[in-house]
């Protein structure tokens, strides 16, 4: 976990559906997938159709990604080695994500990025890292946008220890320029790698992490 939120940016291919996408994710060294737990995502994988994650243990960064979920529910999915890290993509506040914290359960807070105001007191959520997404009131991400990378590049140099991972609207288009600007700790992608929802492109996903390597 510590190389994903590391000097160089890493990459996080999310909404992962079935076996065969993780296991060639695993295969071209990917570092890391995200499964997403909310019902309502269009990328749905229930808890109970996730137990083939557990072959993949050490093998790649497991994401679990939760919007206003129940702590148990997530400490259950924690517990059983499904998944090495929880996502926390909804309205969850601080309080909420700092029991995470107490307990030594690892985890991502994302944060939809309306504003500057959108991003006050990042550090104190204590997470492990923050997770910056287009603001998507009611829909949690997924939505292919972009948002001001300025606002991006600011919280990173305001905040040099807090590992930061870039999300919304990233493409084989924009990956390197996403990047070589912003300097994240990893490039968070679900619709600019996919041929449909919950189904990836591999074609996008090389090209996504070839870009990244040309900067990095």
Not at 199 to 215: L, P, T
Request: net charge negative.
């Amino acid at each position: 976990m510590e190389e994903f939120f590391g000097a160089k940016t890493s990459l996080k291919i999310c909404g992962i559906t079935n076996k065969e996408d993780a296991q060639l994710l695993v295969d071209h060294r990917i570092d890391a997938l995200g499964f997403n737990f909310w019902p309502q995502s269009k990328r749905y994988l229930s808890p109970d159709k996730a137990s083939f994650s557990t072959q993949f243990s050490g093998q790649i960064l497991r994401v679990g990604v939760f919007v206003n979920a129940e702590q148990s529910d997530i400490l259950k999915l924690l517990t059983s080695s499904i998944i090495d890290v929880a996502q926390l993509h909804g309205d969850e506040n601080i309080a909420y994500c700092q029991q995470f914290s107490e307990h030594g359960f690892p985890f991502i807070k994302a944060i939809g990025v309306k504003d500057i105001n959108s991003l006050k007191n990042l550090p104190e959520y204590r997470a492990d890292a923050i997770l910056l997404d287009a603001h998507a009131p009611q829909v949690y991400g997924g939505t292919g946008d972009t948002f001001d990378w300025d606002l991006a590049k600011k919280v990173i140099l305001e905040n040099p220890e807090l590992p930061i991972i870039l999300a919304g609207g990233i493409t084989t288009e924009n990956a390197a320029l996403a990047t070589s600007q912003v300097h994240p700790c990893a490039l968070d992608v679900a619709s600019g790698a996919e041929l449909s929802p919950g189904i990836k492109d591999f074609k996008k996903v090389i090209s996504i992490q070839n870009a990244i390597r040309s900067v990095t």
